[in-house]
């Protein structure tokens, strides 16, 4: 398997501050405010009513007055399950019946997955802002001698992307927003490999690098009521080196290359009435951009054939303003996965089509200041698995996958 695979993990479901299990489909992490949790991130690129907007649309900054700050955190619960179906050892260590356990509940514990943003307002026409988060990564660990160990034991991702942005007011009607990321990545994969005809020992990646993207953004108000959002953050090439060593003494060094996806999101909210606020979103992910994740050593060389497809993501989502200080939101997504066949599916990546369910509640415990709670049950529909891609170095890893996650956020946004 390939170091660099570590990102498709995601299907765990993300998790931890900088080190995950993946939320949405793959290994990407939505989660990088709580204040839309609630909705389900239904109207992300459109919303700005914080400067957690800096991530999803930095168009949207232009809503903003004087000096904003918002900080959080989400914590994420997955749970990843595997029943075995007639797996099988590598034909190098005798083939036959796999034998080990199920691998306990690989998706880990609750993680954190903290965010921070600032956003300044230096004139009626100009703003610059900065986020921190952590859009990227993922966390899973199986029992050392589970049936699949061949192909992972634990795959460990973190990214830190740093995102300093501007916007311009072009007129009442239209914002438009640029921003650039550096963005570090450090990645850990550990299975047993296999030597030789009956000779295996377990082998630890461990890599890291880091590179540049770009994200730009607009904001529409057709009407009063209306805001449109359109917002897109570029692929960003990693290069990542570090070293492997193995359980038997052995050492090399290794490298790895992935591009991670480029993302677009329409979206949209509309107030209703006095009470009401209605969100919708449409997102798409490039996850075509890996179809093989790959590592180089001097020793053990290893690939992965994913073919991943791009994806889709559709929300929607509302709130009703109870009072000037309370107000409840809801919201519902559909989250598409980029493995879409059971032969291409990794262990590392059971990943399968998820439904967001979710609620939230915003206090304003003053006129410039919001606290947010949000909470998310994400259903993932039964994964089946038949990776077969190297029956004589991993053998066959054959069954069925359940996983659902828990998340819970709190998010404190203030402006000066």
């Known amino acids: 398997m390939n170091k660099m695979i570590t990102p498709r993990l995601i299907p765990a479901l993300i998790a931890v501050a900088f080190s995950g299990t993946a939320s949405a489909s793959g290994f990407q992490l939505l989660e990088q405010n709580a204040s839309g949790l609630g909705n389900a991130y239904a109207g992300s690129a459109a919303v700005a009513e914080n400067a957690s907007t800096i991530f999803y649309n930095p168009a949207g900054m232009t809503e903003l007055k004087g000096i904003s700050v918002s900080v959080g955190v989400n914590a994420i619960r997955p749970s990843f399950q595997f029943t075995n179906n007639a797996s099988t050892n590598p034909v190098a260590m005798g083939g036959g019946a796999a034998t080990g356990g199920s691998g306990g509940d690989a998706a880990g514990s609750w993680a954190p997955l903290p965010n921070g943003y600032m956003a300044y307002q230096i004139n009626d026409k100009w703003h610059i802002g900065v986020g921190f988060g952590a859009p990227f990564g993922l966390a899973t660990e199986y029992d050392e001698n589970w049936i699949g160990r061949y192909h992972s034991i634990k795959f460990d991702i973190k990214t830190y992307n740093l995102n300093p942005s501007v916007a311009y007011k072009v007129n009442e009607f239209i914002s438009i927003g640029v921003g650039v990321n550096w963005q570090r990545i450090e990645a850990e994969y550990i299975k047993r490999a296999v030597l030789g005809p009956g000779v295996s020992a377990l082998v630890t990646n461990k890599l890291e690098g880091d590179a540049w993207g770009w994200?730009?953004?607009?904001?529409?108000?057709?009407?009063?009521?209306?805001?449109?959002?359109?917002?897109?953050?570029?692929?960003?090439?990693?290069?990542?080196?570090?070293?492997?060593?193995?359980?038997?003494?052995?050492?090399?060094?290794?490298?790895?290359?992935?591009?991670?996806?480029?993302?677009?999101?329409?979206?949209?909210?509309?107030?209703?009435?006095?009470?009401?606020?209605?969100?919708?979103?449409?997102?798409?992910?490039?996850?075509?951009?890996?179809?093989?994740?790959?590592?180089?050593?001097?020793?053990?060389?290893?690939?992965?054939?994913?073919?991943?497809?791009?994806?889709?993501?559709?929300?929607?989502?509302?709130?009703?303003?109870?009072?000037?200080?309370?107000?409840?939101?809801?919201?519902?997504?559909?989250?598409?996965?980029?493995?879409?066949?059971?032969?291409?599916?990794?262990?590392?990546?059971?990943?399968?089509?998820?439904?967001?369910?979710s609620l939230g509640l915003q206090y304003a415990p003053s006129k410039t200041s919001t606290i947010d709670v949000g909470y998310s049950y994400l259903k993932v529909k039964s994964t089946d698995v038949s990776n077969d891609e190297s029956l004589a170095m991993r053998g066959l890893l054959s069954g069925t996958y359940n996983a659902h996650a828990h998340i819970v956020g709190m998010q404190y946004s203030a402006s000066f």
């Open 215 to 357: 994200n730009v953004g607009a904001t529409i108000q057709p009407r009063l009521d209306t805001r449109i959002g359109i917002s897109y953050r570029s692929t960003i090439k990693h290069k990542a080196s570090g070293d492997q060593n193995f359980s038997n003494g052995l050492s090399s060094s290794a490298k790895a290359e992935v591009e991670l996806p480029d993302t677009f999101i329409l979206s949209a909210v509309h107030n209703l009435n006095d009470r009401w606020d209605l969100l919708a979103d449409a997102s798409w992910t490039g996850w075509s951009s890996i179809p093989k994740l790959t590592i180089v050593s001097g020793i053990a060389s290893d690939s992965l054939n994913l073919q991943f497809r791009d994806t889709w993501r559709f929300a929607a989502g509302a709130n009703y303003k109870v009072n000037d200080a309370w107000k409840l939101k809801m919201g519902i997504a559909f989250d598409q996965s980029p493995v879409y066949e059971a032969q291409h599916r990794p262990a590392s990546l059971p990943d399968n089509n998820r439904t967001w369910f």
